[in-house]
């Protein structure tokens, strides 16, 4: 059974900092890249950040400088901490692990989202 469980959203001040966690259970984190993304009402879902099974990262323009995505390898976790955040941050942020099946097709994991919301 394959689950990935987000925690760590809440409402933050302009400039504040949260860390999103995603466990993950099964043989999905083990090998695979692990991502995050964000899905605000109306728009597509996009990448924010990805880490792969060597700590090779890559994040979205947007987010560069102020989020850090990492893994701990040891509890099947992938962590999104995120530093001056601004408002248009605002929305849902999903947990992602894509499993390579044979090369060049992949199947997408996803965890149920968790709300981010920044405000004054």
């Known amino acids: 059974q394959v689950q990935l469980v987000e925690s760590g959203g809440g409402l933050v001040q302009p400039g504040g900092s949260l860390r999103l966690s995603c466990a993950a259970s099964?043989?999905?984190?083990?090998?695979?890249?692990m991502g995050w993304y964000r899905q605000g009402p109306g728009k597509q879902r996009e990448l924010v950040a990805r880490?792969?099974?060597?700590?090779?990262?890559n994040y979205a323009d947007s987010v560069k400088g102020r989020f850090t995505i990492s893994r701990d390898n040891a509890k099947n976790t992938v962590y999104l901490q995120m530093n001056s955040l601004k408002p248009e941050d605002t929305t849902v942020y999903y947990c992602n692990a894509r499993s390579e099946i044979v090369p060049g097709i992949s199947a997408d994991y996803w965890g149920q989202g968790t709300q981010v919301t920044v405000s004054p």
């Open positions: 099964g043989s999905i984190f083990s090998g695979n890249a």
């Open positions: 880490i792969t099974s060597g700590g090779s990262t």
